[in-house]
């Protein structure tokens, strides 16, 4: 057991570093290339992000573990939407912009509708990937179409957190666009080991303890896939950035069911089968969790610190609920 637990957390630690490695080496290229910083930080970012989820994913389909995978992409949207997102606006209140009400809410609620749908005869087929992907593809380009209408101060905001690094330094000056490639290859790779070590771990974890693979994908592989979003979020919080902070976790929340479950998907040769619980319960449960922030996000156009404590409470009770009902 302990030997399990030691490569889920080796796992777990490659894969923060690897994804930040990525998300740094990633939006340094794109910004040296003309990409401006608010479609870097839509789309670069909040892919970056869901890069763990993604390894995993892919790891434990090759593997057969399609309810960790599942239970994964499931538990994190929950990670998400409750904790993190309740976590920063219990350190200072957050306030909607427009668009993230017009657009990226009702596409994440439309998505997790979408996955329980996918999810409602017990498997996810390839064709269930191809749809999901598509409709990646689609959120992406829509995305990048919109952010040509954004208003000069939501612009500023995001060129503030991701515009590239400035030239006049001379350190700066001398760096080749190859070393940021370099970096963005050196964290996906690190990523994809790391993601083989967590999984390998997870599942030992789960046969130790005499619980389910979707158990564990729900919980300690949700939550410690989902750092990359809270240091993201927190960070975007704490420097005022508040529109940035709901835009890059719907963004990864939409990512991490339309491209990452898409492209789990699609390696699994027979697609993920998945355990009666997570059909009836745990989906179902992502699904309410996404559109109770419609109300929430609605009124008011913010989520107060009263509200950001009882999302928090909210994931509490539904972590207790989750041990006393699977163990």
Do not use: H
Not at 93 to 115: H, K
Not at 142 to 158: D, K, N, P
């Amino acid at each position: 057991m302990w030997s399990d637990a030691g490569w889920f957390l080796l796992g777990l630690a490659a894969l923060v570093l690897g994804a930040e490695v990525m998300v740094r080496g990633g939006a340094e290229v794109a910004a040296r290339l003309g990409i401006s910083p608010i479609v870097i930080g839509l789309t670069v970012v909040s892919i970056g992000t869901s890069l763990p989820e993604l390894a995993v994913g892919v790891v434990a389909a090759s593997e057969g573990s399609g309810a960790l995978a599942v239970g994964n992409i499931a538990g994190t949207n929950v990670v998400n939407l409750l904790l993190i997102l309740g976590l920063s606006a219990l350190i200072l209140p957050l306030t909607m912009a427009t668009r993230t009400l017009r657009f990226e809410l009702p596409v994440m609620a439309g998505a997790a509708v979408l996955m329980l749908v996918l999810a409602l005869d017990g498997t996810l087929s390839r064709v269930d990937g191809i749809i999901l992907v598509t409709g990646a593809v689609v959120y992406t380009a829509a995305l990048i179409q919109m952010t040509r209408r954004e208003s000069r101060a939501v612009v500023g905001e995001y060129g503030e957190a991701y515009a590239p690094e400035q030239p006049g330094d001379l350190v700066v000056k001398t760096r080749p666009t190859a070393l940021y490639i370099g970096m963005m290859l050196a964290g996906i790779a690190v990523v994809v080991i790391g993601a083989d070590w967590l999984v390998d771990g997870a599942v030992g974890m789960a046969r130790s303890f005499g619980v389910s693979d979707a158990l564990i994908g729900l919980t300690v592989v949700a939550i410690g896939t989902s750092a990359p979003e809270l240091v993201t979020t927190v960070v975007s919080t704490l420097r005022g950035n508040r529109d940035i902070a709901i835009g890059n976790l719907l963004g990864s929340s939409i990512y991490n069911i339309l491209l990452i479950l898409g492209a789990t998907c699609l390696v699994a040769t027979d697609g993920l089968v998945m355990p009666a619980s997570l059909v009836r319960i745990d989906i179902p449960i992502m699904v309410a969790v996404a559109l109770a922030c419609i109300p929430i996000f609605v009124t008011g156009r913010r989520v107060s610190r009263g509200e950001g404590g009882a999302m928090v409470a909210a994931y509490l009770a539904y972590l207790t609920f989750l041990l006393v009902t699977q163990s």
